[in-house]
């Protein structure tokens, strides 16, 4: 089991890019799928991007492809998002999660969550 934390969150300006870490501890981390997930106030939690454990297969919510990018580094147990022209509604907590398996968007198909992190665009 891996256990993931998530780092790099802040306020940004519309417009700008911030860039997403997630430091997983456990030995098996490049067996699992990895996923970004946010909930903004108000809002159920949802799927924003995920990685194939080989970093092979990468996938997105219609709402931030071409925008956001998601990457894997296995040598350092670590998953990225870099998120670039921004949006308020972008704002939320940022979630990593770990699944053991096929690529999934479903959050109950994660195992393994972070904390979260708060991401904050303003107009």
């Known amino acids: 089991q891996v256990h993931p934390v998530e780092s790099g969150g802040g306020l940004v300006q519309a417009g700008g890019s911030l860039r997403l870490s997630c430091a997983a501890s456990?030995?098996?981390?490049?067996?699992?799928?990895m996923g970004w997930f946010r909930q903004a106030p108000g809002k159920e939690r949802e799927f924003v991007a995920g990685?194939?454990?080989?970093?092979?297969?990468?996938y997105y919510a219609d709402s931030v492809k071409g925008r956001f990018t998601i990457s894997r580094d296995n040598a350092k147990n670590t998953v990225y998002l870099q998120m670039s022209s921004l949006k308020p509604t972008d704002t939320a907590v940022y979630y990593c999660a770990a699944a053991s398996g096929i690529a999934t968007t479903r959050p109950h198909a994660f195992g393994s969550w972070g904390p979260g992190t708060q991401v904050t665009v303003s107009s």
């Open positions: 990685i194939t454990w080989s970093g092979g297969y990468t």
């Open positions: 456990g030995r098996t981390f490049s067996s699992y799928t």
